[in-house]
């Protein structure tokens, strides 16, 4: 007699494999699970980053800027104490 072999086992889908019974795909309480590949957040944590180094940036800029800003309108308007003080109100609205 011939002896029949088994087929051979088809593959099984890759969200099938690691996701325990009674689950289905993307339901996981968690951002890391098994059953998907790791999520670096993509273009929006990149644009959050983008933001807050501006931001640093601009504080720091300010932080050089304040302190010296009135003595350089100062010595621009000849030591006029009365136009200075309105260059830099005009200055800091802006």
Known sequence: MNKIEPAPPRPVPYDRVFRPA????????SKLSLDRPCDTGGPQRAALGFILVTVALDMLAMA???????????AFLNGDTARAAGWFGLFGTI
Do not use: S
């Open 64 to 74: 050089i800027v304040i302190p010296v800003l009135l003595r350089l309108v100062l």
């Open 22 to 29: 009674g689950r289905r795909a993307g339901t996981y309480p």
